[in-house]
């Protein structure tokens, strides 16, 4: 087998590698870049012809790890795209809105454009990216599945988001073993990720190679946040991710009105693609820690505003209550609309359940800054902005050793990807001080011959 890495070297996203053996060409993973200069690199032609490719392997549905796959089909791509059956209903949420955001991006820098300059065109749109679908194909867990002459795949269940898998590859002499983003092993809502024994070769993830999560009870940290704004008569608005995080902070709330540690006030659940997600929870019951009663109780506690009118309508509601919208980093989604109304009072509460990118809403926020620019307004920052560091789906360096621990013998080498240089590099020398293995940190492009 040779491996090429195009993609998440160096770097958190843009998760994509090439499997070449004996004139049989895969991808596992097939994301998008996200962040500074990402728009220019997604629009750049893919190293590889398109047709060339013979399947793709998903680990999870993450945008990060998938969002590329409508544009890789127009270009050309014919082939089969392989996941878990819960990986194919979150993509089947995930790309949609990737191809209708694209669309609407476009549309506002076209207005700006003016009539007389080119109109630029999205990387794909909201009916291509529904096109792409067609060439999923579900597949069982712990189940071998044959592609070209002589590679075989298979899904183990690995406890990061729905659907999340680890993609054990053979070419019917080494392995070869895909972490994709390893879950941790005491989540609130996700099963740990099981142990693998033994691979010929590791693709593991170093998103918190050089950090460890914070400690403590999240439960209890939220409620203090939820106590101290109702007790000002605010509101609280928690910025979240559509899937994962938003469904852990409504659990959280449950919890709390069950123990009777907040007061009956409402929780708004902002963000039509958890909401459907939401569903997801309740459809793929196996796939987590929450029992099909539980699922739909706490789903069934929480007032959806999927329309929005819904979401226009909750800025008059009375004081006090929980918004909790998308997006994560308040960059987008309804949640920066909310700021626009509660930013400046200073009852109310903001709370950052999650990383805050550089130059993000959320991370100004969170560094400090005393006032905004929504929507061309500028805005005072009077609100308490709060962070909580206790919701990561991400295991930290510890939790990554403690992972590796249960090798029974050393990978061949050990491939560390989906973490920024400093984080790959910390991770790196840890692998090696503790257990003497080789380890690499791929560069864009590299190519390894696996013998």
């Known amino acids: 087998m040779k491996m090429t890495f195009f993609g998440a070297v160096e770097e958190v996203t843009g998760s994509r590698y090439l499997i070449e053996n004996e004139g049989t060409k895969i991808?596992?993973?097939?994301?998008?870049?996200?962040?500074?200069?990402s728009i220019e690199r997604n629009q750049e032609p893919f190293p590889v012809d398109a047709s060339s490719i013979e399947a793709i392997v998903l680990t999870h549905a993450h945008i990060d790890h998938t969002g590329y796959i409508p544009a890789l089909v127009k270009n050309g791509f014919k082939g089969k795209i392989y996941c878990s059956k819960a990986t194919y209903a979150l993509c089947a949420i995930l790309l949609v809105d990737s191809g209708f955001l694209q669309q609407q991006a476009v549309a506002k820098i076209n207005k700006k454009r003016g009539p007389k300059k080119p109109a630029i065109k999205p990387l794909y749109t909201q009916a291509e990216a529904e096109r792409s679908l067609h060439f999923f194909q579900?597949?069982?867990?712990?189940?071998?599945i044959s592609i070209g002459k002589s590679l075989t795949f298979r899904l183990i269940s690995s406890g990061h988001i729905?659907?999340?898998s680890f993609?054990?590859?053979s070419d019917g002499?080494?392995?070869?073993?895909?972490?994709?983003?390893?879950?941790r092993p005491n989540q609130l809502l996700m099963k740990a990720p099981p142990y693998v024994k033994h691979t010929d070769y590791l693709v593991l993830e170093s998103t918190y190679g050089n950090r460890l999560h914070g400690t403590g009870d999240p439960i209890q940290a939220l409620g203090k946040v939820v106590q101290k704004t109702v007790a000002k008569g605010g509101m609280l608005i928690i910025p979240v991710f559509a899937v994962g995080r938003a469904q852990a902070i409504l659990y959280c709330l449950y919890q709390l009105q069950q123990q009777k540690a907040m007061p009956d006030i409402p929780v708004f659940l902002d963000s039509p693609m958890a909401i459907k997600v939401n569903n997801l929870y309740c459809r793929f019951q196996d796939e987590h820690k929450l029992s099909a009663s539980l699922c739909n109780k706490i789903f069934a506690s929480v007032k959806y505003t999927p329309t929005v009118q819904e979401s226009k309508a909750i800025d008059h509601a009375q004081p006090p209550a929980i918004i909790v919208a998308g997006s994560?980093?308040?960059?987008g989604g309804r949640a920066a609309y909310h700021f626009e109304h509660f930013i400046s009072d200073k009852k109310n509460t903001i709370l950052f359940v999650g990383y805050q990118a550089e130059g993000t809403l959320g991370r100004d926020l969170i560094d400090g800054t005393k006032k905004v620019n929504m929507y061309g307004k500028w805005y005072k920052v009077r609100a308490t902005i709060k962070s909580i560091d206790l919701f990561s789906a991400h295991s930290d360096y510890n939790e990554v050793l403690q992972w590796l621990t249960h090798f029974e013998q050393p990978p061949q080498k050990t491939f560390l990807t989906h973490g920024d240089l400093e984080s790959a590099q910390s991770l790196k020398k840890k692998i090696e001080e503790r257990f003497g293995w080789s380890v690499i940190i791929p560069t864009y492009s590299a190519s390894f011959d696996l013998d």
Do not use: H, N, R
């Open 167 to 169: 993609v054990i590859l």
């Open 27 to 37: 991808l596992v993973d097939c994301g998008f870049f996200q962040g500074k200069g």
């Open 138 to 144: 579900t597949v069982e867990y712990d189940t071998d």
């Open 162 to 164: 729905l659907g999340a």
């Open 328 to 331: 994560g980093m308040a960059d």
């Open 173 to 183: 002499k080494e392995t070869l073993t895909f972490s994709g983003d390893l879950g």
